[in-house]
């Protein structure tokens, strides 16, 4: 059974940074497609960002200039490194991984910017 654990949400004053972490755990095999989403209230989830096993990253407009993705095969673990939080940033993120076994979607983390 594959899981995803989220961590690092949490509650930040607009301009402040908080890291997300993603752990894939159980037996999964390679992962050619990581990425996180998020989705605020009343609103559609939507991509944040992406990183292939390539090294391909992509960024919504939204995230671009302040939202870093990065990943760690070995230990099997995507992370998103937010700087220069706002209000509009608050959201549950998810965390989305692909695999030849399927695609798998994380519990979420709440990530509220204060103004």
């Known amino acids: 059974q594959v899981q995803l654990v989220e961590s690092g949400g949490g509650l930040v004053q607009a301009g402040g940074s908080l890291r997300l972490s993603c752990a894939v755990i159980g037996r999964i095999g390679s992962l050619p497609f990581m990425g996180w989403y998020r989705q605020a209230p009343g609103k559609q989830r939507e991509l944040v960002a992406t990183?292939?096993?390539?090294?391909?990253?992509t960024y919504a407009d939204s995230a671009k200039g302040r939202f870093m993705i990065s990943r760690d095969d070995n230990k099997k673990q995507v992370n998103l490194q937010m700087n220069g939080l706002k209000p509009e940033d608050t959201a549950v993120y998810y965390c989305?991984?692909?695999?030849?076994?399927?695609?798998?979607w994380g519990q979420g983390t709440q990530v509220t910017v204060s103004a």
């Open positions: 990183a292939t096993s390539g090294g391909t990253t």
């Open positions: 989305r991984i692909e695999s030849r076994y399927g695609v798998y």
